[in-house]
């Protein structure tokens, strides 16, 4: 049995990969990182302090993929904090709430941070987060698509509340990043970083 068979088994996962996600104040993170990682939810409100991080494990293609994902402060006086965490992050999840036309039309601003800080390949997912809420929604599926495809970037509504599309779009990115990494192999692009399963840590990318 090789050392490198051996350090996975000591791991007991093919990948890992950092994941963070972003967005205004209010639009779900937490809950989104809560639903996801502990398959809870609730309906009372507390603004994240800073960061916070959940790990989870996910089944892609038969390969083990561990997911590391940071929930990030959307208010304005942490953003010197948060935007520390978009350096060295294999994806961005930029989420905004489809009752508040305000979070949506901040994405951009959002984005730009990302384009500053992040490696310039990151994975970026577009997620309208409490479609649940129809009646109060204030933004159409059909604007946030139209702006995802304006910023070349992928899109899905989610509801936390009720789960809807929540292990979707984590595993969305997960697999986006994995046939990204096999492309970067097989190109011998030296600008890859180091994915958990052959090295300790990993930097990788999406187009």
Do not use: P
């Amino acid at each position: 049995m090789t050392s490198s068979t051996n350090e996975r088994m000591k791991r007991d996962y093919d990948y890992l990969f950092k994941l963070v996600l972003i967005g205004d104040s209010g639009v779900g993170k937490s809950c989104l990182l809560l639903r996801f990682a502990d398959d809870s939810f609730t309906d009372s409100y507390i603004s994240t302090i800073g960061v916070d991080f959940r790990f989870r494990t996910l089944k892609i293609n038969k390969k083990t993929v561990k997911l590391q994902i940071w929930d990030t402060a959307g208010q304005e006086r942490f953003r010197t904090i948060t935007s520390a965490y978009y350096r060295g992050a294999d994806g961005i999840i930029m989420v905004y709430d489809v009752t508040s036309l305000e979070s949506f039309e901040h994405v951009d601003e959002w984005l730009n941070e990302v384009d500053r800080f992040a490696h310039e390949n990151t994975c970026k997912l577009l997620v309208g987060n409490k479609a649940d809420l129809t009646d109060d929604r204030k933004v159409s599926e059909e604007s946030a698509r139209a702006l995802a495809q304006r910023l070349h970037i992928q899109f899905l509504e989610t509801s936390a509340k009720t789960s809807t599309n929540v292990t979707t779009a984590f595993s969305l990115m997960a697999e986006e990043l994995i046939a990204t990494l096999k492309n970067v192999r097989k190109s011998g692009t030296a600008d890859v970083a180091k994915l958990s399963s052959t090295q300790e840590e990993k930097k990788g990318c999406c187009k």
